[in-house]
């Protein structure tokens, strides 16, 4: 059974950085595409970024486009989100996901592309 925790989240002033990390619980993160997507209150859930296996190619949301940087370290199993010049839009639980297969394009951009899901962590930026 996949499972994928999200850590790194927290309170952050308007105009600063936050990184969030994604980790799985076993080597499941290899080969697949993995995403975070965020869901603000009252809101549904948005994709922000996606990055390949093993990480060449990487595609972001217009609204982070230039503020937030996706990564992966395949040697811990993990893929990061580093958030710069933060706005209180960008408020929201954050939640990383894999790819349903490891075939096909690297650009997964909808809820419906992934098939295992983190918790979430939660992203507060105030301002």
């Known amino acids: 059974q996949v499972q994928l925790v999200e850590s790194g989240g927290g309170l952050v002033q308007a105009g600063g950085s936050l990184r969030v990390s994604c980790a799985a619980s076993?080597?499941?993160?290899?080969?697949?595409?993995v995403g975070w997507f965020r869901q603000a209150p009252g809101k549904e859930r948005e994709f922000v970024a996606c990055?390949?296996?093993?990480?060449?190619?990487?595609d972001y949301a217009d609204s982070v486009k230039g503020r937030f940087a996706i990564s992966r370290d395949n040697a811990k199993n993990t893929v990061h989100l580093q958030m710069n010049s933060l706005k209180p839009e960008d408020t929201a639980v954050y939640y990383c996901?894999?790819?349903?297969?490891?075939?096909?394009?690297?650009?997964?951009?909808?809820?419906?592309?992934?098939?295992?899901w983190g918790r979430g962590t939660q992203v507060t930026v105030s301002s």
């Open positions: 990055i390949s296996w093993p990480g060449g190619n990487t």
């Open positions: 076993i080597s499941s993160l290899s080969s697949y595409t």
């Open positions: 996901a894999q790819a349903r297969t490891p075939w096909g394009s690297y650009r997964r951009v909808q809820v419906e592309d992934y098939n295992y």
